[in-house]
C-alpha cells in the first residue's frame, strides 16, 4: 500500500483561521496525549466525517512524536449493528482496514476493534426471535442492545486492564441544537469530562469547536494518513444528502440515534418515518437496496396490524395504557415466520449477507421455548 505520511498534511492544506484551529487542536491533543501516564485512549469511530477527521488528527499528532514518545495505546473502535446501511457497512470496513494495514508500516500503537451485539441482542434475535415490534420512538429496544452495551463492554475492559481510559468523540457543537445542550451539559470547563455511566471513563471532544464546513474543508484538502482519499467519504454524504448515526456510548446520546438529523444507521430502522438516506442512495443509482427500504417499510406497516400481533406480552401480560388502550404485545409466531422467510428470500435476492446462520439458530431456539410456553 502506498501510504503518504505527512504530519503537516492538514495543517498545509487548509486557510489561515483554520489553519490556526487545527494547530490547536493538534497542540492539545499531543499535550494530552504526552501526560506521564499510560491511560488508553479510545476513539469513537463511525467512519462518517467527525470521526474520520478526529482519527486523522490524532494519527497526524503521533507521527509529529518520536517513536519513543509514541507510549500510550490508541483504540480506533467503531460498532456494527449488525444491520448497518450495506453501502456504510462497507466503507467503514474498508476504512478499518485501511487503518489496521497502515500502522506497523506508520510505527504507531494504534488497535483497531470492531464490536457488534452479542448474539441475544441483535435485532434479528430480538424481531423475528421474540417478535419485538419494528422498534419507534415509544419503544426503541434497539439503541441499547445493539450499539451501547457492545461499545461499553469494550471501553469496560480497557479501564478494567488499565485502571482508566479516555474516550475521544468526534462530537462537535455546531453539529445541531441538541447536540450543543449535550455538550454543553456534560462539560466542566476542563478538557476531560467524566463519562456519563462508565466509572473511571473520561470523554475528551477535541474537535467540539469546529464548525461543519471547516470539518469538510479539512477533509477536502487533505489525505488520510493511513492511505487513500476521502472521495468515498465525501460521495457517500452526497449520496445520502445526510447527517450520521454516531457512535453511541450513552443514553444522553441516544436520541439522535433513528433521528431525521442522524441518518446514517440501520437499514433497518423504523424509528424515523421515512429512510430518507436509503431513497437518495437509491436515487444515485444504488438500486439493490430498494428491496431493502421496501422491508423496512413492511416491518414498519405490520407493526401496526394487529392481526400480526399476539394480545398479551411476554410475561402473559395484557398492557393497558391510561385510557385504557390494550397495546398489543409480540409478533404472533406466524408472523415471525413470515418476517423470517421473506428476510432469507431477500437475502438471496440481493446477494447480501442480511441475517448469519447463527441468528437463524438462535431465533429458532426461542420459537420453541415459545412454543412450549403456550402449550404449557
Ligand atoms: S439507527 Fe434505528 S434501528 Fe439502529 S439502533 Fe438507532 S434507533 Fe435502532
New binding site residues.
Given amino acids: 500500500m502506498n501510504i503518504v505520511v505527512n504530519p503537516a498534511n492538514t495543517q498545509a492544506a487548509v486557510k489561515s483561521g483554520l489553519a490556526d484551529k487545527l494547530k490547536s487542536v493538534l497542540a492539545d491533543l499531543r499535550d494530552e496525549y504526552v501526560q506521564p501516564h499510560s491511560t488508553p485512549w479510545i476513539i469513537g469511530f463511525s467512519g462518517g466525517k467527525d470521526s474520520t477527521l478526529l482519527a486523522q488528527l490524532v494519527f497526524e499528532m503521533l507521527l509529529a512524536l518520536p517513536p519513543r514518545l509514541r507510549t500510550r495505546r490508541v483504540h480506533v473502535v467503531a460498532n456494527d ?1 449488525l ?1 448497518e446501511s450495506p453501502v456504510i457497512a462497507s466503507h467503514l470496513q474498508s476504512v478499518l482496514d485501511r487503518i489496521a494495514g497502515s500502522i506497523d508500516a506508520l510505527r504507531l500503537p494504534v488497535t483497531v476493534a470492531k464490536t457488534v451485539p452479542d448474539i441475544d441482542h441483535t ?1 434479528w434475535v430480538n424481531l423475528i426471535g421474540r417478535g419485538y415490534p419494528s ?1 419507534s420512538r415509544m419503544f ?1 429496544w ?2 441499547d442492545r ?2 451501547i452495551i457492545p461499545t461499553t463492554e469494550y471501553i469496560q475492559n480497557q479501564v478494567d486492564k488499565s485502571g482508566q481510559a479516555i474516550l475521544l468523540l468526534g462530537v462537535r457543537r455546531a453539529e445541531s441544537s441538541q447536540r450543543a445542550r449535550s455538550v454543553e451539559r456534560y462539560e466542566n470547563g476542563e478538557r476531560l469530562n467524566a463519562h456519563n455511566s462508565l466509572k473511571n471513563c473520561f470523554v475528551y471532544k477535541p474537535i467540539v469547536e469546529l464548525t461543519t464546513e471547516e470539518v469538510w474543508q479539512t477533509l477536502l484538502q487533505s489525505s488520510p494518513p493511513w492511505g487513500g482519499t476521502h472521495r468515498e467519504l465525501v460521495t457517500m454524504y452526497r449520496n445520502a444528502g445526510a447527517g450520521e ?1 454516531p457512535l453511541v456510548t450513552d443514553k444522553s446520546e441516544a436520541p439522535s ?2 433521528t431525521s438529523s442522524s441518518r446514517f ?2 437499514w ?5 418515518e421515512k429512510d430518507k438516506s436509503a431513497e437518495s442512495f437509491i436515487e444515485s443509482g444504488y438500486g439493490d437496496l430498494e428491496p431493502l427500504l421496501e422491508f423496512r417499510d413492511w416491518l414498519k406497516e405490520i407493526r401496526e396490524d394487529g392481526s400480526m400481533r399476539m394480545a398479551t406480552r411476554r410475561n402473559g401480560k395484557l398492557n393497558f395504557v391510561g385510557d385504557g388502550r390494550l397495546i398489543p404485545g409480540p409478533f404472533t409466531l406466524d408472523a415471525r415466520r413470515q418476517i423470517l422467510d421473506k428476510l432469507v428470500a431477500m437475502q438471496v435476492e440481493v446477494s447480501l449477507a442480511l441475517i448469519s446462520d447463527e441468528e437463524i439458530a438462535a431465533i429458532k431456539r426461542i420459537w420453541a421455548e415459545d412454543l412450549s410456553n403456550l402449550s404449557a
Avoid at 268 to 272: A, G, K, N, Q, Y
Fill in positions: 449493528t444491520v435485532f422498534p426503541r434497539c439503541t445493539m450499539k448515526c440515534c433513528g444507521g440501520c433497518t430502522c423504523t424509528v424515523v
